[in-house]
């Protein structure tokens, strides 16, 4: 039965619409594949942090945390976290109109850099 198989095997015989499916799926990939890596490429410099050239310059002895807080809380935020993310000190905290807002300090003078409200 296997050898009946054999003989009517379609692997030799070439289809022309199968042919031209085949190609365009290939096509349709390599086309994905492009507009995926080029839009890779666009988005990846805009998603970098514009924080991190800011304090990428640190030379010196780094703040507290405890440091940070009370910077922060003297002008008026009430602080909930304190990380250290891109080069920066990265504050979350609540301003005087109760926005969530994060505040982006220069690790060792403790300049603010940056502050982006949240919704």
């Known amino acids: 039965m296997f050898a009946a198989m054999e003989r009517f095997s379609t692997k030799h015989i070439k289809i022309p619409i199968l042919e031209t499916i085949k190609r ?3 096509m349709k990939k390599f086309i994905l594949l492009a507009a995926t890596t080029l839009s890779l490429a666009y988005v990846s410099p805009s998603m970098a942090s514009s924080n991190g ?6 030379s010196g002895q780094p703040m507290s945390m405890e440091e940070v807080k009370a910077k ?5 935020y009430d602080v909930r976290r304190v990380k250290r ?9 609540i ?8 505040i982006y300090l220069h690790p ?4 603010i850099v940056k502050i982006k409200k949240k919704s």
């Open 24 to 26: 365009n799926t290939i």
């Open 53 to 58: 050239t800011l304090c990428n310059n640190i």
């Open 72 to 76: 922060v809380s003297e002008q008026g």
């Open 85 to 93: 993310e891109d080069g920066c000190l990265e504050v979350y905290a």
């Open 95 to 102: 301003d005087k109109q109760g926005s969530k807002v994060e």
């Open 108 to 111: 060792v003078s403790g300049k």
